[in-house]
């Protein structure tokens, strides 16, 4: 029995680093391939460093603007998605009703529609409105698109929060915004960072909603303007491709290394209601 067991995990533990290397082969591509003058589909240790794949693309038109209608794009649509989370998550949350199962199953519902369904109505009706190849209408449908799922996100955080913190509130005269702003959302951090991700991480990568809505080439974004490396005839610019690709996953990064810790904390307001 201690071999059976022996031999399973050691099978686990082979299982587990060939998916691991199946996530880190592409990442080892990437950067290895931005520093490589001569780089290729091959993984491989580059002869020599070179940064001649960054200074190539690091000009307005390549790097800096799509990476502006990018942070313009889904920064604006990720606080509209928050903001109207927290709002529509409230009332869902605290108040009893026998319409709120019957709505969040219908929110459920439209997270599973496919973007590629709706997206000819949605065409239609930007042009219709004025909003199409418009960064507002993007970050007007970005928001919409996130918003349902967000809204059940932030309904499992909001729970989590003792309502009687927020009758002591009430008690000295604060509205139910007061409470929602000043007691709910401050308490409910890792639900907040959790919904912030996950609404920016889902638009940063969004390809085809701004290929589909924003017209103008100067509007388009990071995710839209990568297609410009795959060039004509299978031609590809791999390392200056690996080099953009570095530069825009940086983002990202840098906005989960922010929310880390607010990611890795909890709660802990049993103690708050008692004594």
Request: hydrophobic share 55%; net charge positive.
């Amino acid at each position: 029995m201690p071999r059976k067991r022996a031999a399973r995990r050691i099978a686990a533990d082979v299982s587990l680093l060939v998916v691991a290397a199946a996530f880190a082969l592409p990442l080892a591509w990437v950067v290895l391939s931005s520093v490589d003058a001569h780089a290729g589909l091959r993984v491989r240790v580059p002869d020599g460093l070179t940064l001649d794949n960054f200074h190539a693309i690091l000009t307005p038109d390549i790097t800096y603007t799509p990476l502006l209608n990018s942070l313009i794009l889904c920064g604006g649509g990720t606080a509209l998605t928050v903001v109207c989370a927290a709002l529509a998550a409230y009332p869902l949350s605290r108040y009893r009703s026998r319409l709120n199962r019957p709505f969040l199953l219908t929110i459920l519902f439209a997270t599973s529609l496919p973007i590629t369904a709706i997206m000819v109505p949605v065409y239609a009706l930007f042009v219709r409105v004025n909003l199409i190849d418009t960064l507002q209408g993007t970050v007007f449908f970005f928001a919409a698109s996130q918003l349902p799922f967000a809204i059940w996100l932030m309904k499992n955080f909001m729970d989590g929060v003792p309502k009687e913190l927020e009758e002591a509130a009430w008690t000295d005269g604060a509205s139910s915004l007061q409470s929602l702003v000043r007691i709910v959302l401050p308490l409910m951090g890792p639900g907040l960072a959790v919904v912030t991700v996950f609404s920016f991480v889902m638009m940063w990568g969004n390809f085809f909603v701004p290929f589909m809505l924003l017209l103008t080439p100067d509007q388009m974004p990071a995710s839209v303007s990568i297609n410009d490396f795959f060039g004509n005839r299978g031609m590809v610019a791999y390392g200056q491709l690996a080099a953009f690709s570095v530069i825009y996953s940086t983002p990202v990064i840098l906005l989960y290394v922010l929310v880390a810790r607010r990611l890795g904390g909890g709660f802990a307001l049993g103690g708050a209601v008692k004594g």
